[in-house]
T-cell receptor, first 115, second 111 residues
Framework: DGGITQSPKYLFRKEGQNVTLSCEQNLNHDAMYWYRQDPGQGLRLIYYSQIVNDFQKGDIAEGYSVSREKKESFPLTVTSAQKNPTAFYLC??????????????FGQGTRLTVV | GESVGLHLPTLSVQEGDNSIINCAYSNSASDYFIWYKQESGKGPQFIIDIRSNMDKRQGQRVTVLLNKTVKHLSLQIAATQPGDSAVYFCAEKGGYNKLIFGAGTRLAVHP
């Protein structure tokens, strides 16, 4: 089954700790994205990557870091510099622009809570 | 800057009625729009998309209308069912395939 998988589903972090959220896709998509969603709000872009070994900051990149060493994987690290990390994190992937339909497919999300 | 927004935060409809969810966008250069459905605690699911060279696109029980003159997008759901209850987002495709999302509209379907 092709799809995009996020893990874990729930994650608890102590203040001052870094945590890494996993995102894996087997859709052969070049582009991958991380979004943050706060209660009752829309999705805000954290980081995105159009190709392996390349990524760009989105609108709210401060306190986050990513890597894109493999096409299938785009892990997100929430660092201690992120002052309000409690949120629902969504990973997505899509074809690159110019390669047909480019709608993004989303994972089921990781709910991060700072305790 | 770019922005996508929704007119109604909550929409309540009776089962069997038609639903219309509206969305405004600000970037007149955008050429691709998507509607997503998000159920509680889950990731958004693709519903339907439309390119700017079209005014209307139909799917199964859903229709998207695009009015480029006033930069307005709408999602029509025919014969709304309880399973349609969710938050609906419109999204605008910006540069580098970035999706710009609005705040969403919650659709509540009552029996």
């Amino acid at each position: 089954d092709g799809g995009i998988t996020q893990s874990p589903k729930y994650l608890f972090r102590k203040e001052g700790q870094n945590v890494t959220l996993s995102c894996e896709q087997n859709l052969n998509h070049d582009a991958m994205y991380w979004y943050r969603q706060d209660p009752g709000q829309g999705l805000r872009l954290i980081y995105y990557s159009q190709i392996v070994n390349d990524f760009q900051k989105g609108d709210i990149a401060e306190g986050y870091s990513v890597s894109r060493e493999k096409k299938e994987s785009f892990p997100l690290t929430v660092t201690s510099a992120q002052k309000n990390p409690t949120a629902f994190y969504l990973c997505a992937s899509s074809r690159r622009q110019g390669e047909g339909n480019t709608e993004a497919f989303f994972g089921q999300g990781t709910r991060l809570t700072v305790v | 800057g770019e922005s996508v927004g929704l007119h109604l935060p909550t929409l309540s409809v009776q089962e069997g009625d038609n639903s219309i969810i509206n969305c405004a966008y600000s970037n007149s250069a955008s050429d691709y729009f998507i509607w997503y459905k998000q159920e509680s605690g889950k990731g958004p699911q693709f519903i339907i998309d439309i390119r700017s060279n079209m005014d209307k696109r139909q799917g199964q029980r859903v229709t998207v209308l695009l009015n480029k003159t006033v930069k307005h997008l709408s999602l029509q759901i025919a014969a709304t069912q309880p399973g349609d209850s969710a938050v609906y987002f419109c999204a605008e495709k910006g540069g580098y395939n970035k999706l710009i999302f609005g705040a969403g509209t919650r659709l509540a379907v009552h029996p």
